[in-house]
Nanobody, 124 residues
């Protein structure tokens, strides 16, 4: 079993930065690809980016490429989402998700574990 807990959300002005964290329980964290999603009110959950189990490969949605960076620290069982140059359209609840030995799965129903989400609000 793996439990995921996101943190770091909040209110920020457009152009600002936030760093989200996703802390995982369990001793097999390094066996999971870790993905980030977001969901705005009234919209479907969308893929933001992903990182493979070793951290050697990352993937990003076009909408965040060049502004967001995903990293992980397997010693701390934590994955991060650094968000820079934030825009009002980045406002959403952000979720991390884990898939055993796979990365950038994207199909929401195929993930093994999800966090509870953390709210990010970007004011204009």
């Amino acid at each position: 079993q793996v439990q995921l807990v996101e943190s770091g959300g909040g209110l920020v002005q457009a152009g600002g930065s936030l760093r989200l964290s996703c802390a995982a329980s369990g001793r097999t964290f390094s066996s999971y690809g870790m993905d980030w999603f977001r969901q705005a009110p009234g919209k479907e959950r969308e893929f933001v980016g992903a990182i493979n189990w070793s951290g050697s490969r990352t993937y990003y949605a076009d909408s965040v490429k060049g502004r967001f960076t995903i990293s992980r620290d397997n010693a701390k069982n934590t994955v991060y989402l650094q968000m820079n140059s934030l825009k009002p359209e980045d406002t959403a609840t952000y979720y991390c998700a884990a898939k055993y030995w796979k990365v950038a799965t994207i199909r929401i129903d195929e993930y093994d574990y999800w966090g509870q989400g953390t709210q990010v609000t970007v004011s204009s």
